[in-house]
């Protein structure tokens, strides 16, 4: 069962996870406008960003404000990374935890009320809440990566990671990886049969392998794999959370990412390029998946391991293309 509101009021018996083939069934989102727009115009301090640290979907988010530049210009606000029956809450007193500094809510949902008194649907992160209407933008991550990267991108560093000419090939790569990657760990774990969790491993790690390919003699995803992508912060995202969570909680465990060729250096590289390091809490990430979903975890128990270590030198300088000048890696990449 998934907790959500239903006409604007929090109830915790309302859907089954699982449609009747036992397949994870995510739900749409519901707040879809675009910055940019007459309603929504790019403007500096109007806008707010509230996620997850443990979040991927939220991570790409955070990672485009970063790289962009855009920390000055779009606040953020982080949730609680343990997520109880009233769902994702602020605990400021939590280490890389905040208030928040909209409404000062206990609770995310309270936000997703004051947008809409009547809302139905999950309170998920991301957010992005404008100041002006007192409303919730969008919460769907591709398109608030998307938005930031057209309507915002000029009030940052000059950093592109949308370009016109290579955007079709963007969008291409982010749908493709979308379902066998990004929802496929969701859809691996949260399986409601063996054989619909055994089809989701497989056809997960053909993708992997087939970007594991990919990667041996390209630098980024699309773009000749010469210019670093919103679809490389897609992929990004999965990867990182891979080792810790994925394979052990959700049972991904064909292999670890730390096994493969070029997608472990891959990793790497994009951990070290300025600005992403600092947006990744593998703390938050840990505790999060492992107490929070007790039905595929009852114990609460957070693994261990592996010991990962995301700065390491991995050598991929000498494939063609690299991360745009403002982004030059630093030493311990933040
Ligand atoms: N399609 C959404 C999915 C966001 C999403 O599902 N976020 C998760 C956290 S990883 C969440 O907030 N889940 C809370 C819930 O489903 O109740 C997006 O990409 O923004």
């Not at 995310?108 to 209407?133: I, M, Q, S």
């Not at 690299?322 to 030059?328: D, K, R, V």
Request: aromatic share 12%; proline share 5%; hydrophobic share 35%.
């Amino acid at each position: 069962m998934v907790n959500m509101f239903v006409d604007g009021e929090w109830r915790t018996d309302t859907y089954e996870f699982n449609d009747e083939e036992g397949e994870f069934d995510r739900q749409p989102t519901s707040f879809r406008d675009r910055l940019g727009t007459e309603a929504f115009p790019a403007e500096s301090g109007r806008y707010h960003l509230y996620i997850s640290r443990a979040c991927p979907w939220a991570h790409g988010a955070s990672m485009v404000r970063s790289l962009l530049g855009l920390e000055d210009h779009v606040s953020m606000d982080i949730v609680d990374p343990y997520r109880d029956e009233m769902g994702w809450q602020f605990t400021p007193e939590k280490d890389d935890c905040t208030e928040d500094s909209i409404l000062g809510a206990d609770y995310l949902g309270e936000l997703y009320t004051e947008a809409d008194p009547n809302y139905t649907g999950r309170v998920t992160v991301p957010v992005l809440w404008d100041r002006e209407r007192e409303t919730i933008v969008n919460n769907e991550s591709i398109e608030v990566m998307e938005t930031f990267s057209t309507a915002m991108q000029e009030l940052g560093n000059g950093v592109d990671l949308y370009p016109e000419d290579v955007r079709e090939e963007v969008d291409e790569m982010v749908d493709r990886i979308y379902e066998p990657i990004n929802n496929g760990v969701y859809r691996a774990g949260f399986a409601g049969t063996q054989e619909v969790y055994e089809k989701n491993v497989n056809r997960l790690f053909d993708a992997l392998d087939a970007l594991d390919e990919r990667l041996a003699d390209q630098r980024y995803l699309v773009a000749d794999g010469e210019r670093l992508t919103l679809a490389d912060l897609r992929l990004f995202a999965t990867l990182v959370r891979f080792d810790h969570v994925y394979h052990t909680h959700f049972k991904c465990n064909r292999r670890l990412v730390s096994q493969y060729d070029h997608l472990w250096p891959y990793v790497r590289d994009l951990y070290q390029t300025s600005g992403i390091a600092k947006t990744v809490n593998v703390d938050h990430i840990k505790e999060h998946y492992y107490t929070t979903h007790t039905d595929i975890n009852p114990t609460g128990f957070v693994a261990v391991g592996p010991d990962l270590d995301f700065e390491a030198p991995h050598g991929r300088d000498e494939l063609p293309g690299g991360p745009p000048a403002e982004l030059a890696p630093t030493p311990r990449g933040d």
